[in-house]
């Protein structure tokens, strides 16, 4: 390992309502010095949903360390106070005071959701089963994501819905309560579906049950349980049953939020491509359902060693220590996808550098993220110099084995409001002749703030 540095502070950013700068703001990103010392990535963003919309419904109060701040986190927080609860930060700690399940109160205005999708989903399934009636609102992304998906449950459960056309935001509901259990089979692979209809379930009278067919991160079912409520998993006939008691009665909690796999993964991929690299990437969230990028770079030939196991609020954590390594073609299994499903376009730049091809399918999830993540990825690698095929449902990739990309010349890759689409075709500028300019780096700041001070920082 390099000079070793002492690990950095995160900045914290005034991440509060939306982008603080108006206007669009362009980076070229260029070939360096490769990642040496440590560093640590930011508090895992779906926790930090999860920790403040539960901390929200407990009575008491809950404490908060490690909280990711970036923008979607704190819609979250600003809509939970604006339908009663204190979310504050003191010191180091977010302190949370709840109104109990069953206790949220009419918002007095729209529910603002910027980019967020993760909030928009679980809070309309919170208030699903809540007497108020609310509307929600978001960003030019969010306001193209398909919001049918949690309302057709929901629906089931009692809420009604008046959408935008095409089952968009923006969006005005009504909760039912009492709202009725139902048993629903997941027609997607969703943890936010998931997690919609388990959230309504806690102002249900009975067990609301949720079948998946494909296991997606499981945050909200450990959440769940730590804050007291009656959450049963299952597997019947190779599905995933989880059965939620109804008019739980959560405990305010203690939590530690761990790092964000999905915020290490630019890192990985940019300490396996760049020669030279010897990178630690300290506290990183190791929980299976969410950690198939490392599994899938370790088929590709990287070289990640986990050290210091342990748990952190619930789930396991390590430090990953990543070096240089020359990267191999594979066919990713379609199996795996869940638990790396928002790690996909920084794996197309792993992929990009790679020797030999790599085959992506079974990925049309990746169409409906904050933009069409296929189509956004191959053109923007294509414009860098990459030689990638867009089908139907995922990339066919045929890697530079190793020698830089072209780099993009004249027009700036455009990154539809997507935060990991500029951190991705960030890391894609680092490994290229003439480095990538992005047309906006403002939505990085939705998921990880310091992402590009960590990233110059790591390659001084
Ligand atoms: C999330 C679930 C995933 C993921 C998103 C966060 C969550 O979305 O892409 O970033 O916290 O539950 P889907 O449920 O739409 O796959």
Do not use: C
């Amino acid at each position: 390992m390099g000079a070793v540095k002492e690990p950095r502070a995160l900045q914290i950013f005034n991440t509060v309502g939306s982008s603080v700068n108006e206007n669009p703001t362009p980076r070229r990103f260029t070939a360096t010095a490769p990642l040496t010392g440590r560093l640590r990535v930011p508090g895992d963003k779906s926790i930090s949903h999860r920790s403040v919309m539960l901390g929200a419904m407990a009575v008491g109060e809950t404490r908060v360390t490690g909280l990711l701040e970036g923008e979607d986190v704190m819609a979250t927080a600003a809509a939970m106070r604006a339908m009663g609860a204190h979310v504050e930060k003191t010191g180091a700690e977010w302190r949370i005071h709840g109104v109990g399940v069953g206790g949220l109160l009419q918002p007095d205005s729209a529910l603002e959701m910027g980019n967020s999708g993760t909030s928009t989903r679980l809070l309309i399934g919170l208030i699903a089963s809540h007497a108020i009636t609310a509307n929600f609102t978001g960003d030019a992304s969010l306001s193209k994501r398909p919001m049918g998906r949690v309302i057709d449950p929901l629906s089931a459960m009692g809420a009604t819905f008046t959408t935008s056309p095409g089952g968009t935001l923006p969006l005005m509901m009504t909760g039912a309560e009492p709202a009725v259990p139902i048993s629903y089979q997941l027609p997607v692979a969703s943890a936010q579906v998931k997690s919609a209809i388990m959230l309504a379930g806690l102002n249900t009278l009975g067990i609301t049950t949720v079948i998946e067919p494909v296991p997606t991160r499981d945050h909200s079912e450990r959440m769940l349980r730590g804050f007291g409520a009656q959450v049963d998993v299952g597997e019947e006939a190779g599905e995933r049953v989880i059965r939620v008691h109804g008019q739980a009665e959560l405990t305010p909690q203690r939590i530690e939020v761990p790092g964000d796999p999905s915020s290490a993964a630019f890192f990985m991929v940019a300490a396996s491509l760049i020669e030279g690299s010897d990178l630690l990437i300290e506290n990183v969230g190791l929980n299976p359902t969410r950690a198939g990028l490392v599994e899938v770079l370790r088929e590709m030939g990287a070289n990640i060693e986990e050290t210091n196991a342990r748990e952190v609020g619930g789930e396991p954590v390590a430090d990953l220590r990543v070096r240089h390594a020359e990267l191999r073609g594979i066919d990713v299994d379609p199996a795996v996808a869940p638990s790396m499903i928002d790690e996909f376009p920084v794996l197309f730049v792993a992929a990009a550098l790679a020797n030999g091809r790599t085959v992506t399918r079974g990925l049309d999830e990746l169409r409906v993220k904050e933009s069409d993540r296929l189509s956004a990825m191959a053109t923007a690698l294509t414009a860098a110099g990459a030689r990638v095929e867009e089908t139907a449902d995922g990339l066919i990739i045929d890697g530079s084995g190793g020698e830089p990309l072209r780099g993009t010349i004249g027009a700036p890759v455009i990154t539809h409001l997507d935060h990991r689409i500029a951190m991705s075709m960030a890391i894609a500028g680092l490994v290229t002749k003439e480095g990538v300019e992005i047309d906006d780096t403002r939505p990085i700041a939705t998921s990880f703030p310091a992402f590009e001070a960590l990233l110059d920082e790591a390659m001084t």
